[in-house]
């Protein structure tokens, strides 16, 4: 049976993918971007517009390096002024579970629900450094064990709210005036981070509740995902590494009483098209080399040595001390789980191809997932598909706001033709573009 390819575009925003220093690049906060790039991933009906979320901007000893200088605003806000500019586009925001109170965060996201319609999904992402607590009340964090029980926690009280009203809990009486039955909205939930009860303040959307998409890559994340996530937005874009992937966290969906079709897998990809497969491997590398500029290559080296390396040459060789575990000169980046092994791997494909420090980082966190001409790159993507490495992709563009452009008018035609990806929205729910319950 054919599989549909689902499709969704993430703003690059404040990250190493973004070429900010490119000509054609605009402005990672004015409304225009977002209005380019949401309405460019609704004229190629894609199921949803992503935004990531930063609580606090990333600092290398001390400073704040590349696009974090720009700061990065709450995705809420901006997803529901997009909600005023599409129509059918699902509109996905990364909210914090650590930091976010259960109530607030089930009330927020189910207004940009009913604001769009039924468009709204929940990211739900965890936080365990201290340098992210500060920004907080609490002024502290949560140790990684007990991140993912507080997210877990949060998720059943947030599902718990949106499911809170019965449908027949509106009565629309004209003699005693439109009221709502007793205990509309009750709630109530004890467990180790949280103890509320109460009423909750809105009725379901019209695609019931939001949609649940999760990230978590850890064997903890994982089951995370398989017992309650919608769709994971995972990072393994390799064919192989993907079917790898796919088929564990399939396998985990049987012990939660989940069909295979109830959990969309769609890694983070990004794609380069050219008009040959040729040109497409030469501006491939020439983004490669925009994204990774000296200063950057020495700021993505010192994440993985722990080190100050700025007395580096970045095109001369890597380091050869060994990495510092639990250091804090790069604050507010995901780290690695094993450093020394990344450092061996780096040390001997440097040694192999005679890499410099800068030509090392660029081909060992190469990002271009999908290169080529509109033809490969439509074979390709439906190939992972078809084979069980994903079903679907996120594209995660270098540029903003016009990097969808070129995939959407010559990719997409392609796709619709070998009937694996829609040529209209056959509904107006986020929930009916992924084909899940409603």
Do not use: C
């Not at 604001?115 to 140790?143: C, K, Q």
């Not at 309650?228 to 990072?235: H, P």
């Not at 990002?367 to 439906?382: L, W």
Request: net charge negative; hydrophobic share 40%.
């Amino acid at each position: 049976m054919t599989k549909e390819i689902h499709l969704a575009a993430h703003f690059p925003g404040v990250n190493n993918t973004t070429v900010w220093a490119d000509p054609e690049s605009g402005s990672q906060i004015d409304f225009a971007s977002f209005r380019h790039l949401a309405t460019t991933a609704e004229r190629g009906t894609f199921d949803f517009f992503f935004l990531a979320e930063g609580l606090r901007l990333r600092e290398v000893k001390g400073r704040i390096h590349d696009l974090d200088v720009v700061g990065r605003p709450e995705s809420l806000t901006v997803l529901s002024a997009l909600a005023a500019v599409t129509t059918h586009l699902g509109l996905a925001a990364t909210v914090n579970s650590t930091f976010n109170e259960p109530y607030e965060l089930a009330k927020r996201i189910a207004t940009l629900d009913h604001l769009s319609g039924g468009r709204a999904a929940w990211n739900v992402v965890t936080s365990w450094d201290a340098f992210t607590g500060e920004n907080f009340r609490r002024g502290g964090y949560l140790a990684k064990a007990d991140r993912y029980v507080r997210a877990q926690e949060s998720l059943r009280i947030v599902r718990k709210l949106w499911d809170s009203w019965a449908d027949d809990d509106l009565v629309l009486d004209q003699e005693a005036g439109v009221f709502a039955r007793e205990g509309t909205g009750a709630f109530a939930d004890e467990g180790a981070h949280f103890g509320i009860h109460g009423r909750f303040g809105l009725p379901p959307s019209p695609q019931g509740r939001p949609v649940v998409i999760q990230a978590g890559d850890s064997d903890q994340g994982r089951d995370f995902a398989a017992a309650g996530a919608d769709v994971i937005f995972s990072r393994h874009g390799s064919f192989a590494a993907g079917q790898t992937f796919y088929k564990d966290v399939k396998d985990r969906l049987a012990k939660h009483g989940r069909t295979e079709e109830s959990l969309k897998i769609m890694p983070a990809v990004t794609v380069v098209v050219a008009d040959t497969d040729a040109e497409a491997v030469d501006k491939a590398r020439y983004i490669r080399e925009q994204q990774v500029s000296g200063p950057t290559a020495i700021v993505l080296a010192e994440l993985i040595w722990g080190r100050d390396l700025s007395s580096y040459d970045p095109d001369g060789p890597l380091p050869t001390e060994d990495p510092v575990i639990g250091s804090n000169v790069t604050q507010g980046r995901t780290g690695f789980n094993d450093p020394a092994a990344i450092i061996k791997e780096w040390r001997e494909a440097a040694d192999a191809n005679g890499w410099s420090l800068r030509q090392t980082v660029i081909n060992q966190q190469n990002r271009q997932t999908f290169i080529g001409s509109p033809e490969t790159v439509a074979t390709e993507m439906n190939r992972h598909v078809q084979e069980n490495a994903a079903d679907g992709f996120v594209l995660v563009p270098h540029l903003t706001p016009g990097g969808l452009d070129d995939f959407v008018d010559r990719v997409v035609p392609l796709l619709r033709e070998r009937g694996v990806f829609r040529s209209e929205y056959a509904g107006t729910t986020l929930r009916s573009h992924l084909g899940l319950a409603q």
